[in-house]
């Protein structure tokens, strides 16, 4: 299926999040994610299911100063 990854078009096989994560290459990695515009908690991504055309967005946490 296709959905939108950060804003770039990005086709998937993953069912869920957490499977997304994982074959987009974040998997073990601290994210934080949304789905269309909705926070995702980690604890909840196993059972978030993605849809055709989803917008996923992913970022990691950043230090600075």
Not at 13 to 37: I, K
Not at 39 to 65: C, I, S, Y
């Amino acid at each position: 299926m296709k959905i939108v990854l950060n804003g770039d078009s990005q086709s998937v096989r993953a069912a869920t999040v957490l499977d997304a994560l994982d074959e987009l290459g974040f998997g073990g990695a601290t994210v934080a994610t949304a789905l269309n515009g909705a926070f995702v908690p980690a604890g909840a991504r196993a059972a978030t299911m993605l849809a055709e055309g989803d917008h996923l967005e992913v970022v990691a946490p950043m230090q600075g100063g």
